[in-house]
């Protein structure tokens, strides 16, 4: 019945362009994800790997050294760098932490460790996912770790995850509390 009319045309055009405009599938900048609550809960668990990794008594090793990130912040030094250098540092990082991590889950045989391993594997993928919604370019990992700056190796497991609640609270936070893109504009 409305298509007889000028007016039916006219609506069902408009809610044409409506559909196409709102069509599922079209991709959309990620909205920045400021709030540190985020990261307060990936802090926490991977707190609650550490403590079940203390109280692991069987199969908790890991087979070989790792490679792992600098946890110790200088602040006049990281001060003097520029976001986009505060961003490759913590994204090395986190490479390396993932790194370490797949070595730990493919040596230790603990299943109850292993949860806590793919968790914290998962979460190194979401803090990637906040970063990106931050606008912050993505990351190209090296061949290897030999040859990235600021970083010591570990050989056990308590200490890998030790490195990884550190890193988390201190060089993630740092970025992430300053991202350009959480700053309100104060006018």
Known sequence: MLQKTGRGKRLLALLLIVLEWTRPGLP????????????????????????????????????DSVTVPQTRVDFDVWEKKNALEQAQEVQAGLWLLQQALSLLRSSATNTALHSHIDNSIRNLHSINAVLRSLNIQEYTPPGSAAGLEGTWTVSSAADLLQVYVNFLRGKVRLLLSDAQACQQDVS
């Not at 609550?37 to 109280?55: G, P």
């Open 28 to 63: 959309s900048p990620l909205r920045p994800i400021c709030d540190l609550r985020v990261l307060n809960h990936f802090i926490k668990e991977a707190r609650d790997a550490e403590v079940a990794m203390k109280s692991c008594r069987d199969g908790c090793s890991l087979s």
